[in-house]
C-alpha cells in the first residue's frame, strides 16, 4: 500500500492512522470512483471482517465508520477522507 503525499496529509489531518487505512485497503467495499479510480469503504460488513468476533477490534474499527480511501489505477492512494453523503453504486 503506497500513499501518495496529499494522501498522508489528509490522513494526518482527518485522524485516520495507516493501520486503519491498510485495513481499510484488505477488507473494505470497492465502489466506482470517476477516471479509473477506485473508492474503498469502511462499511459495517467490512469491520465484521476485519474484526472476525473479535470485539475490541471491532469497536475500534467503528469510530472509523465510512472512512473511505480513493485508489488511483496505479495503485496507489490518492487521498483519505470520512464519508458524509451516501454514495451511489
Given at each position: 500500500?503506497?500513499?501518495?503525499?496529499h494522501a498522508r496529509r489528509r490522513s494526518s489531518q482527518r485522524n485516520i492512522p495507516t493501520n486503519i487505512i491498510a485495513t481499510i485497503c484488505a477488507y473494505?467495499?470497492?465502489l466506482k470512483a470517476p477516471g479509473g479510480a477506485r473508492k474503498v469503504?469502511?462499511?459495517?460488513?467490512?469491520i465484521e471482517l476485519a474484526a472476525d468476533g473479535?470485539?475490541?477490534k471491532r469497536s475500534e474499527l467503528e469510530r472509523y465508520l465510512q472512512a473511505y480511501l480513493v485508489i488511483g489505477d496505479d495503485g496507489r492512494v490518492i487521498t483519505v477522507a470520512r464519508?458524509?453523503?451516501r454514495f451511489f453504486k
Open positions: 500500500m503506497q500513499l501518495t503525499d473494505g467495499a470497492e469503504l469502511l462499511d459495517r460488513g467490512s473479535n470485539a475490541r464519508q458524509r453523503r
